[in-house]
């Protein structure tokens, strides 16, 4: 089984900063790709930014030049530096994980349970 857990979710003010982390952990044979989505009270869910395993990067719109994504390989882990919050960053924000648990297996991406990020104005 695998399980991402994340932490660093919280409440800050409008221009503020926060800093996700996501925990890749089980039987893990290789990560092709991490990321992270939102999801804000009656609004869809939006990915908000993903890094491959090799350190391609992607973002949406709203979020380039405040949000940094990296990851660390050696610990199955993504990280989200998220700076200049906004009020409408505010979300639960999930990790993903596209990942093979044996090699000889395609991929499949599982998900983390989210972590709550509140900026107040």
């Known amino acids: 089984q695998v399980r991402l857990v994340e932490s660093g979710g919280g409440l800050v003010q409008a221009g503020g900063s926060l800093r996700l982390s996501c925990a890749a952990s089980g039987t893990i044979a290789s990560i092709n790709s991490m990321g992270w989505y939102r999801q804000a009270p009656g609004k869809q869910r939006e990915l908000v930014a993903t890094v491959t395993s090799g350190g391609s990067t992607n973002y949406v719109d709203s979020v380039k030049g405040r949000f940094t994504i990296s990851n660390d390989n050696a610990k199955n882990t993504v990280y989200l530096q998220m700076n200049s919050l906004k009020p409408e960053d505010t979300a639960v924000y999930c990790c993903?994980?596209?990942?093979?648990?044996?090699?000889?297996?395609?991929?499949?991406?599982?998900w983390g349970q989210g972590t709550q990020v509140t900026v107040s104005s």
């Open positions: 993903t994980a596209d990942l093979r648990t044996v090699w000889y297996r395609p991929p499949y991406t599982y």
